[in-house]
């Protein structure tokens, strides 16, 4: 009796160390997606206040590089400018004067048209003062095109300018370090001080409000998985524990790859797997890189 005992307990070792072998349909990793904040202008870090861990909101200002000669480059460019466009002519003031003939003309003229009725003046003296405003309206036209043409050339002359000046607004804008995308600061590549150059990694930051496990298939595991399915995430919790979490299939490769070294799969003798990814809510405890078994 000891002896089938003894068989019989070794027969349910092994039993449950094969079914704890098969509990799992596949295994893989947490990732993220993650981003590498790159400085967009050349000059010191004066002040970078990121640190590994924060939690970044989207659009919050973090630090600045040193605006200084940009900003001398800018009030430069703002003086030329104002120089180019003081040199415009003043078109009412050198035409004030003749308005003034013009205005003195028609009263004339009307002044004249009132004593041809009354048979005072003769048409000639009418033709003649009609003619003389015809003429200083021309004169009035002639200098309005002239001042005009002299005013668009101005004018010409300072749109290089200003659109130095707005390039230099753009280069003094992407000195301040605003966050992009809302996360947690996985990583700190610069300090204050530092020299910055545009594409220099400043921080890496990913969203870890919800994590993806990348999990590969075998292709009877292929055939019977769809996106939208809901899983069940299992991630160790002491010896022989495990905490469950839901998750949901977000992703299928159509492409098949070799199994990798690192990854387990139901069928570890398969040779050829279908990738995917799983999202499951970050309560906290995930981490990236953490191990985790899947249950379909």
Avoid: H
């Avoid at 200084?68 to 003043?90: C, H, I, M, W």
């Avoid at 002491?238 to 070799?258: L, N, Q």
């Avoid at 279908?274 to 379909?296: E, H, P, Q, R, S």
């Amino acid at each position: 009796m000891n002896k089938i005992t003894i068989l019989a307990a070794v027969a349910l070792l092994l039993f449950s160390s094969c079914s704890q072998k098969q509990k799992f349909d596949a295994s893989g990793t947490f990732e993220t997606e993650e981003t590498i904040i790159s400085a967009e202008a050349t000059g010191r870090i004066k002040e970078f206040k990121v640190q590994e861990g924060d939690t970044l909101a989207a659009g919050a200002y973090v630090g600045y590089i040193d605006t200084t000669q940009l900003y001398f480059n800018k009030l430069n460019l703002e003086a030329q400018v104002q120089a180019g466009l003081s040199r415009r002519p003043d078109i009412s003031a050198q035409i004030a004067a003749l308005k003034v003939q013009l205005e003195t003309a028609k009263r004339e003229q009307n002044r004249i048209a009132n004593l041809v009725k009354a048979d005072a003046a003769t048409q000639k003296q009418l033709d003649d003062q009609t003619s003389q405003v015809q003429q200083i309206q021309k004169q009035i036209d002639a200098q309005l095109s002239t001042l005009d043409i002299n005013t668009q050339s101005i004018n010409k002359e300072t749109v290089p300018l200003k659109a130095l000046t707005q390039q230099i607004n753009d280069q003094l804008a992407k000195c301040y370090l605003i966050n992009p995308v809302q996360g947690t600061v996985l990583a700190k590549y610069a300090r204050v001080n530092e020299e910055a150059t545009p594409g220099k990694p400043l921080y890496k930051i990913a969203d870890v409000s919800s994590l993806y496990l990348r999990a590969y298939l075998t292709n009877d595991q292929f055939t019977k998985l769809k996106l939208g399915q809901k899983v069940t995430v299992l991630v160790d919790n002491g010896p022989d524990k495990y905490k469950e979490y839901p998750g949901t299939v977000t992703w299928i490769s159509d492409k098949a790859e070799f199994t990798p070294k690192t990854i387990q799969t139901k069928d570890e003798r398969a040779n050829l797997v279908w990738a995917t990814k799983i999202t499951v809510k970050n309560d906290g405890y995930l981490k990236i890189g953490m191990y985790a078994d899947v249950k379909f």
